[in-house]
């Protein structure tokens, strides 16, 4: 089994940046990509970016194209989500998840992921 474990949220002012990581633990951890969404309340879950954890290869959703930026360390099993330039549309529990193995072209959806964090606050002041 994968555990995921997402750090670094917290309270920010718009305009401000943030660093969130998603430390993976388990069974030898070589996923195919990992990536980070999130859900503000009252509104669904929505992709935010991923990461094909072999090449590196990253996409993000066009609300945050610019401004975050995927990274990982595969040595420490970890993913990074660089936020910059944060407005209070930001604001969610940001989660990272595990697609285990096997391409696919649909990696902005949810259901495309094995394993999940439980997610990490970031809230964003005006």
């Known amino acids: 089994q994968v555990q995921l474990v997402e750090s670094g949220g917290g309270l920010v002012q718009a305009g401000g940046s943030l660093r969130l990581s998603c430390a993976a633990s388990?069974?030898?951890?070589?996923?195919?990509?990992m990536g980070w969404f999130r859900q503000a309340p009252g509104k669904e879950r929505e992709f935010v970016g991923r990461i094909t954890w072999s090449v590196g290869n990253t996409d993000y959703a066009d609300s945050v194209k610019g401004r975050f930026t995927i990274s990982k360390d595969n040595a420490k099993n970890t993913m990074y989500l660089q936020m910059n330039s944060l407005n209070a549309e930001d604001t969610a529990v940001y989660t990272c998840?595990?697609?285990?193995?096997?391409?696919?072209?649909?990696?902005?959806?949810?259901?495309?992921?094995?394993?999940w964090g439980q997610g990490t606050q970031v809230t964003v002041s005006s």
């Open positions: 998840a595990a697609r285990a193995s096997g391409f696919s072209s649909r990696l902005r959806s949810d259901s495309r992921y094995d394993y």
């Open positions: 388990g069974r030898t951890f070589s996923p195919y990509a």
